[in-house]
């Protein structure tokens, strides 16, 4: 089964929502369609659809097309997976009897398979973008704060001198942001945070600078280790903060 994933940050998502409508569009479909959701801590939804009438039994059982919704609100991935109905799909006949309609009707629906799977994506994106800041969730609350001199290696970043590392804390969704004096920022989901550390790097014949490295995911899920440069005296608070901030996710 080949699965296909993109991530989404800051749209604030009502989940359900998002679900619901889903289902209603594969419904609308002619799909069959189950679901089940788990939303005790980081929500998940799961949905999984079949279609529907002709060739059902002998080709439609193979074939389903799965959709996973994991994360909170304002960071989640949804994941959706296809079966194998275009591989192969002539060297399975021999265990059913399909007559010859049946197997050029078969070969029909690999492309309209490409093609839905296609239209889904297109129709899942534009929910998300219907429902942005729909998800009823309390705001960010600035909680602790460090001053920072800057930070690099984070893609994209142009390298602001001063500014701040601000550790947000929410109900189901904490974060780590660092804004330049300037008000840009940089976020990142405490979910995204694999580990954080001090490193040294030389800074003359006689000295080291003491810097913050955190490895985390960016939006598109490579491991990326930006560094934040603190004074020497806040740096070791940063840290705690930041562990503190991830073991709770």
Not at 4 to 17: H, I, M, T
Not at 65 to 74: F, L, S, V, Y
Not at 158 to 167: A, D, E, Y
Not at 187 to 198: C, D, H, N
Request: glycine share 8%; aromatic share 8%.
């Amino acid at each position: 089964m080949m699965v296909k994933s993109q991530y989404f940050d800051d749209y604030n998502v009502d989940l359900a929502r998002l679900a619901s409508k889903i289902q209603a569009y594969l419904t609308e479909h002619h799909f069959e369609v189950a679901s089940s959701q788990d939303a005790k801590d980081i929500p998940r939804y799961f949905i999984q659809a079949r279609k529907r009438g002709i060739l059902r039994t002998s080709a439609g059982i193979r074939r389903s097309t799965n959709i996973n919704i994991d994360g909170i609100p304002d960071s989640f991935e949804i994941k959706i997976g296809t079966g194998e109905w275009g591989n192969n799909i002539l060297v399975s006949a021999p265990l059913f009897v399909i007559p010859v309609v049946g197997i050029a009707a078969t070969a029909a629906r690999v492309y309209s398979a490409k093609k839905f799977e296609s239209n889904l994506w297109k129709q899942i994106k534009a929910h998300v973008e219907s429902l942005k800041n729909t998800a009823k969730i309390k705001p960010y609350t600035k909680s602790d704060q460090y001053n920072c001199d800057y930070i690099e290696g984070y893609p994209g970043w142009r390298g602001t001198v001063g500014g701040k590392m601000i550790l947000e804390k929410k109900e189901n969704g904490d974060r780590l942001v660092f804004e330049a004096q300037d008000g840009e920022q940089i976020t990142i989901p405490a979910g995204k945070i694999e580990k954080a550390a001090i490193v040294l790097r030389k800074k003359g014949l006689k000295e080291n600078d003491l810097l913050l490295e955190i490895t985390c995911k960016n939006k598109d899920g490579d491991t990326i280790s930006p560094v934040l440069n603190f004074s020497d005296d806040t740096i070791a608070l940063a840290l705690s903060g930041i562990n503190h901030l991830v073991e709770k996710t």
